[in-house]
């Protein structure tokens, strides 16, 4: 398909966006979305080629859905438009897509829990996790965390969710110590 | 900065140069992927005064549209800076100071902590990338959480954001065809091989650059020192095959590597891409013991200082590239002159 736009080039983007709840389409290159201020993808690359692929984005070229798309909480980016450069728009990306985020770690790196070596953060989970963690101590620390930068951004759907999760795995110990 | 290649390193016959890098990104602001200038202009201005706590009075931030073209491409040749930095149209910058450390501030994260230097020198490059990552005001700041670590712009560097590797020298195992052993098990360790300059670039002069692939799952000790290992056991392997070569070739093998000496000693005219796989054998000569003369610092100099860049540097001179290639030959003889 030809660039709505230009009409010379290929159009490899679908860019949609809603006024006044009127939902307006167009197909454009990336020059034209570029130049129209529509898009803020930098570039093509193979590594965004293969990241689309580990997140089970393989139809190229990308479109945005049609239903509402979630968007980083920090930085605007979709997922679609992460997985088409490959980049991370900011940290809160991590987050805000923390259930792609997560497995695409696990095959890009093979593991996708981090294990810190230096003393720099250690004291913030000696903080965070306190005596009656020393059974499931890595997962609440994990969650607690968690529940710290999801309140960071707001998301207090999850924060509630996480709330409830750390209650359930303190409580448990609470009975099985008893 | 970028004078690292000017000392002598340890294991130099093989290991050319080591670079620990850091990638780090503030929290709160957007990642320099997404080009945004404001953004960009605060992470500057930021990293800039946490520099007061540096121990190094003279460490100071570079603007790169402050520095002209010939010093970004030297930094370049000299690996302090990326291709991707010379071509950014936002705000950014590098940090330098003594040679022990150079930051390259909005590349593709915040910062891209480094160190290089000479010959086989994973510990210290490591200490020094961690006394500038330890500044008490980016220290508070960095994007980072317990389950993934530090929060990094691309996904492949995600976790420790370190990247462990060395410049290293394989003649013979290139020449005896072993090299194809080593890429393979490389790549099981997860190991990455490319050619010297970064990523997507072949190998010149038998120049390969070995380095972590994986950031996320081991800390940051264990990553360096397996990657250390690794680079040991290379090095092993590689003299093991100088060996075998000088004995099993004999003097078909002395002539062959004489013969480059021979263009070398005489040539008026010579690109880099020629003198870089003419100066791997005169390297592989020095090392076997064939011919004497210059130190394996004096190579590693001489390689550095035939790039374009540093070419005009030296010669103090705008030059066009066919001016540069005699310029080459002319320094290539004058340095091959005290060979026996």
């Known amino acids: 398909m030809k660039c709505e736009r230009c009409k010379i080039k290929q159009a490899t983007m679908k860019l949609t966006r809603a006024i006044n709840n009127q939902k307006f389409e167009a197909n454009l290159c990336e020059d034209c979305a570029w130049e129209t201020g529509q898009a803020i993808i930098p570039s093509f690359n193979d590594l965004g080629t293969m990241l689309s692929g580990l997140l089970g984005y393989n139809s190229v070229p990308i479109s945005l859905p049609t239903q509402e798309t979630k968007v980083c909480t920090g930085c605007g980016m979709s ?43 250690k004291l913030d989970e000696q903080i965070t996790g306190t005596t009656e963690s020393q059974k499931h101590s890595d997962e609440l620390i994990s ?20 709330r409830d999760e750390i209650k359930r795995i303190e409580n448990n110990e609470v009975n099985n110590n008893g | 900065m970028g004078n690292w290649y000017i000392e002598e390193g340890p294991e130099q016959d093989v290991v050319i140069s080591t ?36 121990p190094d009075d003279n460490i100071k931030l570079i603007r790169m549209e402050n520095i002209d073209e010939i010093d970004k491409e030297y930094l370049l040749e000299t690996h302090i800076i990326s291709r991707e930095m010379t071509e950014k149209q936002t705000p950014c910058g590098i940090i330098s100071g003594d040679d022990s450390i150079g930051v390259m501030v909005n590349e593709e994260d915040h910062l891209r902590i480094q160190s290089i230097l000479p010959g086989l020198q994973f510990e210290q490059a490591y200490k020094n990338c961690k006394v500038f990552e330890s500044l008490p005001k980016l220290k508070e700041k960095y994007a980072y959480n317990s389950e993934f670590g530090y929060l990094t712009s691309c996904p492949t560097n995600t976790g420790t954001g370190i990247r ?76 093991t095959n100088r060996n075998n070569l000088k004995v099993k070739g004999g003097i078909k093998f002395e002539d062959r590597l004489c013969r480059s000496i021979g263009i070398l000693s005489q040539a008026r005219t010579i690109s880099s891409d020629e003198a870089m796989s003419l100066i791997s054998d005169l390297m592989f000569a ?13 190579l590693v100099s001489m390689i550095i200082n035939i790039q374009p860049a540093s070419l005009q540097k030296l010669c103090g001179l705008v030059l066009t590239p066919k001016e540069r290639d005699v310029e080459r030959a002319k320094m290539i003889r004058n340095i091959i002159k005290n060979i026996q």
Request: glycine share 8%.
């Open chain 1, 79 to 121: 997922l679609e438009q992460i997985a088409s450069i490959g980049k991370l728009g900011c940290d809160q990306c991590y987050t805000s897509f923390y259930d792609y985020m997560k497995p695409l770690l696990k095959k890009i790196q093979g593991n996708n829990q981090h294990v810190e070596s230096s003393p720099i953060h």
């Open chain 1, 143 to 162: 969650l607690k965390m968690k529940l710290k930068e999801t309140i960071g951004i707001e998301n207090f759907e999850l924060a509630a969710k996480l």
């Open chain 2, 19 to 54: 670079r620990i890098r850091l990638a780090r990104n503030l929290k709160g602001y957007p990642f320099p992927t997404l080009n945004y200038t404001d953004g960009a202009e605060k992470v500057l201005s930021y990293v800039n005064s946490a520099l007061a706590e540096y």
């Open chain 2, 164 to 239: 462990a590797s060395a410049m290293v020298h394989l003649p013979a195992l290139t020449m005896s065809g072993r090299i194809t052993q080593v890429l393979e098990a490389c790549g099981k360790l997860g190991i990455a091989v490319r050619g010297i300059y970064g990523e997507n670039s072949k190998a010149t002069g038998n120049l390969y650059q070995i380095s972590n692939q994986i950031t996320l799952g081991q800390t940051e000790e264990d990553i360096v020192e397996n990657i250390k290992n690794i680079i040991i056991q290379i090095c092993s392997m590689e003299r």
């Open chain 2, 286 to 298: 020095i090392e076997t013991n064939i011919v004497t003369g210059l130190s394996s610092k004096d």
